[in-house]
């Protein structure tokens, strides 16, 4: 704990499926990177894939609870299912929606999931701060 320390903050650190968190969240930027490069000629495939990925990151989240406090563990699940809601809109930008206006609407749909998403973290942060604060003072 000592070295590696910062690694498993805020981690539930005698379970064993909590501290798999940092291995799979870095697995998924590894899954990311390989989608990218080697399946680029089918981006269908490509959606899929992250869909499926962020369906288990949810699962595991769900059930494991990682983190000690229930707060992370609530705003790391909401931030998932921002991701999987975003992911969903890509496949409106694949060979199933041909019509560029039809493509237009998701893509102003995504930035509007992207800025909620944003917001409710922006806010925790800045209700936990001012808790601090507060503290402090």
């Not at 909590?18 to 990177?33: E, K, V």
């Not at 399946?39 to 269908?44: C, H, T, V």
């Not at 990682?66 to 707060?71: C, D, G, R, T």
Request: contains cysteine; proline residues 3%.
């Amino acid at each position: 704990m000592d070295k590696f320390g910062s690694t498993y903050s805020e981690l539930r650190t005698y379970s064993k499926a909590s501290l798999m968190y940092n291995i799979l969240y870095m697995l998924r930027r590894l899954l990311i990177t390989f989608i990218a490069i080697i399946i680029k000629q089918d981006p269908y495939l490509q959606v899929q894939l992250i869909v499926l990925h962020s369906v288990f990151m949810i699962i595991y989240l769900t059930y494991v609870k990682p983190f000690e406090i229930p707060l992370l563990n609530h705003l790391e699940i909401f931030n998932e299912y921002s991701i999987l809601l975003a992911t969903y809109h890509l496949f409106s930008f694949t060979a199933f929606v041909s019509d560029p206006e039809n493509q237009y609407q998701m893509g102003w749909s995504i930035i509007c999931v992207t800025i909620l998403n944003m917001a409710v973290n922006i806010l925790i942060m800045l209700y936990k701060s001012i808790l601090s604060l507060k503290i402090a003072f």
